[in-house]
């Protein structure tokens, strides 16, 4: 199966290599395939969901990773962030078998790791392929990357869109009425995403840094750098003046030099620190409402004193169930990313999002919400269905804690 263009009948412009083929990675093979890109990937071991999503975009299926090296000059992970350190390792053996075999790379590869991981394990991973002995002048060359915002979307702008929270897992729901309804009602501008109203694409920020990039046109060996970071809206940063200095010329120097790997992975962490720390909070909030009997009560009162609040928190909460059990380890590298010796939180005293961890863990693995898969939903797309999911969970915990304390009781 061959990779498609939207230009039908004329050459792509590049062949560029993701994995893998989840809600994010589908959904910018899209984009790329639309802006006249070939999108290649390897399912093989994947789920058939995967397979389905890749050959929907019309992404070309490799068998191998030797073969995704072989064809693509530049390769996006966007994997869950348990992951990410495995497919590097992945990419590092296959690379290593290409360049040892009769046809090697004689131009570098780019390796973009776009997962949502700490600074501490972005680093670690880019050290994986200096350890492999990977040379980034001729083998492959790292790249830090982030992804700010949900799945890009091509549609017909009105003057009312529903908004997607932050990641797009299926319909948000809106805001109930004022009366005792948890149903959603109405719908609410968009956030977490940015509009091109020439194109009818919505599309999120892909910030990246360190020593490469792909908009600097004397390094990247390829013709297509700007055009392709046009496309995906990959902005690399610049490195910020060391706060600590107070030379004139040093923050003159910095502010304009290249930024470092790990500064796209913080991007990511301190921004979805906010939204995600948000949906936590307002899953404990409406299910202690709920369980407490007086959630019509709670809702009404933010429906009349903040209702923006409110609208976000519907969209968060009602969007994040598929996504659960990956925020997991999400939280667990924001967590991370806060307590890393650079920044000084105490890892024991303040480390609010290992507790984060704990709410979405609750979700994924305690409530039937966990068991939702993105396209296919069936529980909590409002916030009425919702909080029943969440109370049935936290009514099983209480019957599990009660049975334990008895036996305790019973051995004493």
């Known amino acids: 199966m061959s990779g498609n263009t939207e230009a039908e009948g004329q050459e792509p412009r590049a062949k560029i290599g ?51 090296i072989t064809q693509c000059d530049v390769i996006l992970s966007i994997v869950p962030p348990a992951q990410a350190a495995a497919t590097a390792e992945r990419i ?8 040892s075999g ?58 009312s869109i529903t908004a997607l ?16 309804s948890t149903k959603p009602v109405a719908s609410f501008p968009q956030e977490d995403i940015l509009h091109d109203p020439t194109t009818g694409w919505s599309y999120p920020l892909l910030p990246t840094s360190g020593p490469w990039s792909f908009t600097d046109e004397t390094t990247f060996p ?25 030379s004139g010329a040093e923050k003159q120097r910095t502010s304009s030099s290249s930024s470092e790997i790990g500064q796209a992975s913080a991007l990511k962490n301190v921004y979805a620190s906010l939204a995600k720390g948000f ?16 959630l019509p009560s709670f809702l009404s009162s933010l429906e ?13 909460v009602t969007t994040l169930p598929p996504k659960a059990y990956r925020w997991v380890r999400e939280m667990e590298e924001i967590s991370k990313t806060f307590t890393d010796e650079e920044v000084g939180w ?33 529980r909590g797309l409002d916030l009425e269905d919702l909080c029943q999911a969440m109370g049935e969970g936290l009514e099983g915990r209480r019957k599990r804690r009660a049975v334990e304390k008895e036996g305790e009781g019973c051995e004493k």
């Open 18 to 68: 993701i994995i893998s083929m989840g809600d994010m990675g589908s959904a910018l093979a899209s984009l790329l395939i639309a802006n006249g890109y070939a999108v290649a990937t390897n399912c093989t071991g994947r789920s058939q969901d995967t397979i389905d999503r890749a050959i929907t975009v019309g992404a070309e299926l490799l068998s191998t990773d030797e073969a995704l």
């Open 92 to 99: 590092i053996t296959a690379f290593k078998r290409v360049s």
């Open 102 to 159: 009769p046809n090697p790379r004689c131009t570098p590869l780019y390796f973009a790791d776009m997962n949502a991981i700490s600074p501490s394990t972005v680093k670690s991973i880019a050290a994986q392929f200096t350890t492999a002995g990977l040379d980034p002048d001729r083998d492959v060359r790292f790249v830090d990357g982030c992804i700010l915002g949900v799945t890009p979307s091509r549609k017909q702008q009105t003057s």
């Open 165 to 180: 929270g932050p990641s797009s897992t299926g319909p948000a729901a809106p805001i109930p009425a004022a009366s005792t």
């Open 222 to 246: 390829y013709p297509y750098g700007n055009h392709f970071a046009s496309t995906l809206h990959i902005e690399h940063m610049l490195s910020d003046p060391d706060p600590n200095s107070s």
């Open 279 to 294: 949906a936590a909070l307002s899953l404990l909030s409406l299910s202690t409402a709920h369980s407490l009997r007086i």
């Open 304 to 316: 009349r004193l903040a209702p923006s609040r409110l609208n976000t928190m519907t969209r968060y």
């Open 346 to 378: 105490d890892e024991d005293k303040e480390d609010v999002f290992k507790h984060v961890a704990g709410v979405f863990r609750f979700v994924a693995d305690e409530t039937v919400l966990g068991q939702e898969k993105v396209g296919k939903r069936r």
